[in-house]
């Protein structure tokens, strides 16, 4: 099993980033899937989450509005698309896989850094 993120990187406040989680070695279609995200010094947080057919999405309340997420089932591939970004976006970035009957997987996290 691999869960991939990319994407992340260092942007200016306002400015954007998308990023990018592709998986392989499970059927990608029967999982919810999740971003998370961890600053230093603070618990991870869930970010984002879709359901397994996209047809659900949910959010916290400090990015709606302007993260989105998204799924290509046929490219076993979820994305995060984050806009007018700030300081306090700054974390590391997980993508979480999760079933309640087959389990859950992580990724190994994508730095993002908003700084001028």
């Known amino acids: 099993v691999h869960v991939v993120e990319s994407g992340g990187g260092l942007v200016q406040p306002g400015g954007s980033l998308r990023l990018s989680c592709a998986a392989s070695?499970?059927?990608?279609?029967?999982?919810?899937m999740r971003w998370y995200r961890q600053a230093p010094g603070k618990e991870r947080e869930l970010v984002a989450g879709i359901s397994s057919a996209g047809g659900t999405t949910n959010y916290v309340n400090s990015v709606k509005g302007r993260f989105t997420i998204s799924r290509d089932n046929a490219k076993n591939t979820v994305y995060l698309q984050m806009n007018s970004l700030k300081p306090e976006d700054t974390a590391v970035y997980y993508c979480?896989?999760?079933?309640?009957?087959?389990?859950?997987?992580w990724g190994q996290g994508t730095q993002v850094t908003v700084s001028s």
């Open positions: 979480h896989a999760w079933s309640l009957l087959k389990g859950t997987y």
């Open positions: 070695g499970f059927t990608f279609s029967d999982y919810a």
